[in-house]
């Protein structure tokens, strides 16, 4: 069964930088889309990066420009690199991966349930 393990929050003022890890046991996501999410308190969780199993990447609109999603697949890994960071960036950030990930954040094959997560809090 597949699992996905994020890794990488903490607290950091505005401004600061944070790169979050994404690890997946039981199978290789190479060939797979991957997104990363985010869930801030009270809101419902909102796609913020994907990146396609052919290199295509988007962005959510409030992160451009700061956020980066790479991969290594090699390692199996996926990053977030988040920097100029703002308390709304401030969110439980999840990964995961299918086989195509929408605009809207709906995943068609989605490998695994959601993880654990990892917390992001930027204060002011």
């Known amino acids: 069964q597949v699992q996905f393990v994020e890794s990488g929050g903490g607290l950091v003022p505005a401004g600061g930088s944070l790169r979050l890890s994404c690890a997946a046991s039981g199978r290789t996501f190479s060939n797979q889309a991957i997104g990363w999410y985010r869930q801030a308190p009270g809101k419902q969780r909102e796609l913020v990066a994907a990146?396609?199993?052919?290199?295509?990447?988007d962005y959510v609109d409030s992160v451009k420009g700061r956020f980066t999603i790479f991969r290594d697949n090699a390692k199996n890994m996926v990053y977030l690199q988040m920097n100029g960071l703002k308390p709304e960036d401030t969110a439980v950030y999840y990964c995961n991966a299918g086989i195509q990930i929408l605009r809207n954040g709906g995943i068609i094959g989605a490998l695994a349930s959601w993880g654990q997560g990892t917390q992001v809090t930027v204060s002011s």
């Open positions: 990146t396609s199993s052919g290199g295509s990447i």
